[in-house]
């Protein structure tokens, strides 16, 4: 669960600690780099890594304010190009 003081969120407080990254539990992280510093890959696996989140959390509802696009606050077409292009579907039941 990510709580949050205000309607934006701060990756960096959540990844960072006393100035060392931790990594997120079960994430796909390998390398740590000094002061917090993440590779274009870690902030790939990050970002589809929230992009799931997000869908599960809106139960795969794309559109409107209370969908997946609204809540990482980017259109709804973008969001679809993106899982298209990170491979991300929809599990079937």
Excluded: H
């Amino acid at each position: 669960m990510i709580l949050s003081k205000s309607n934006r969120l701060n990756f960096s407080t959540i990844l960072e600690q006393e100035g060392n990254l931790l990594s997120p539990g079960g994430s796909a992280f390998e390398t740590v780099l000094p002061d917090g510093i993440l590779s274009v890959e870690d902030l790939q696996i990050l970002e589809r890594e929230n992009m799931i989140r997000a869908l599960r959390y809106c139960n795969w509802k794309i559109y409107n304010t209370d969908g997946a696009a609204g809540l990482l606050g980017i259109k709804p077409t973008t969001l679809i190009e993106k899982m298209k292009r990170m491979k991300i579907k929809k599990p079937r039941k």
